[in-house]
């Protein structure tokens, strides 16, 4: 199947999570990702996570539907080289240090110049410009400065970070969706242009309107762990035979169902009852007849109740529940994909169903450089030249 990128060419100079991302996002559906690793120093990914057999699990996942090549940057046929490939490319993707390209003699100006139609994509911790621009930047660092670890947590407890690459991911996500702008706008100007992603920005944008409050009202939002600090119910409970499960009524009706549900009408009547504030003034005595109520009953009985209910309940899942969960398959939320180095590999499937060209997984990550002969090729580079590079590392 060919997705809606199909025709459209990444280049991708990155490590580890946000901008290879993005890229997996773009090759997902139908774009050609040419991710270039470094001769001798792979893509930090690979050894990052679970491994099976030494090959690491979330690289066949970060690289997927991408054509593997090595190739050495710093050095000027290694630049040369990548300004060849941009000069045919859509797209180009990288996450150095501000300065770096530039100092490579492949930056913005010298890419521009080899092609003026090029979207350049820089996703760094603290963006382009700036005081920090310069400093080492990291999911952790941005989960801390956008303000998520303060908003994380139980009210007596430290700040919490999230157990994933959360930052990573909201930033990938962005970056994907800035580079199909950019890639719009050249459509209609027929110029490329720069988009600079930090990672400190796009989960700030996810935390909703903590500045506005502090601005318009000098009000934080507290730690509430899984409480909500505009509605309630809304937590997790356990079930007499020891499962969790997630209940959340961000709406009025759904509190009420399940106040109903649990034996408590009487809350529902109520004056405060009608606010999610006002259920929030209450949430000690709302939380304990539901959390009650669970406790008493299995899980399955639970969720039965709540979905006669129509009331909005979830089991907690691990991976083995997800895999075996109906909703799961019969959305087709995971694919099988024929690997060489592993064989049949389960993984995430594309992030969206679109119904006319709906994106697929053709292959895992491969080894490291497995298409540099392919791709090179591509651009003029005959065998006798890639051998030389070979020899001298540039390859």
Do not use: C
């Amino acid at each position: 199947m060919s997705g809606p990128l199909q025709g459209v060419r990444v280049v991708e100079a990155a490590t580890l999570f946000a901008a290879p991302l993005a890229g997996m996002l773009l090759g997902d559906y139908g774009a050609d990702v040419i991710k270039i690793e470094h001769p001798r120093r792979v893509d930090p990914a690979r050894g990052h996570g679970p491994a099976k057999e030494g090959v690491g699990l979330w690289f066949k996942t970060l690289a997927r539907n991408k054509r593997l090549i090595t190739l050495d940057l710093s050095q000027p046929d290694g630049a040369d080289l990548f300004l060849r490939l941009a000069a045919d490319a859509d797209v180009v993707i990288e996450n150095f240090r501000p300065g770096t390209l530039e100092r490579w003699g492949i930056g913005p100006a010298e890419l521009r110049a080899a092609n003026p139609r090029l979207v350049l994509a820089r996703v760094t911790g603290f963006g382009q410009t700036g005081p920090y621009a310069g400093r080492a930047g990291f999911g952790t660092l941005a989960e801390a400065m956008s303000g998520f670890a303060a908003l994380n947590g139980e009210p007596d407890g430290p700040p919490l970070l999230p157990p994933l690459a959360l930052a990573d991911g909201v930033a990938a996500l962005a970056t994907a969706f800035a580079i199909m702008a950019a890639l719009r706008a050249r459509d209609e100007t027929g110029s490329g242009q720069v988009v600079d992603t930090s990672l400190i920005e796009p989960l700030l944008t996810l935390l909703g309107p903590q500045v506005s409050a502090w601005d318009q009202l000098g009000e934080l939002q507290p730690r509430t762990g899984n409480l909500s600090s505009h509605n309630a119910p809304r937590n997790v409970y356990r079930t007499r035979d020891g499962s969790w499960v997630a209940v959340s009524a961000s709406a009025t009706s759904i509190a009420e169902r399940v106040l109903r549900l649990v034996g408590r009408a009487d809350l529902v009547e109520e004056p405060w009852f009608e606010t999610g504030d006002g259920r929030v003034a209450h949430v000690e005595e709302i939380d304990g007849a539901v959390a009650g109520w669970i406790a008493d009953r299995d899980r399955d009985e639970v969720l039965a109740a709540f979905e006669d209910a129509q009331a909005a309940i979830a089991p907690i899942y691990d991976a083995r529940d997800v895999l075996a969960d109906p909703q799961f398959e019969a959305l087709g939320s995971i694919a099988t994909v024929e690997d060489v180095e592993l064989g049949p590999l389960r993984m995430t499937n594309v992030i969206a169903r679109l119904s006319g060209t709906p994106g697929a997984i053709r292959w895992a990550g491969r080894a490291h450089g497995a298409n540099t002969a392919e791709v090179l090729a591509e651009v003029g580079v005959e065998a006798e030249e890639l051998e030389r590079l070979r020899s001298e590392g540039i390859v």
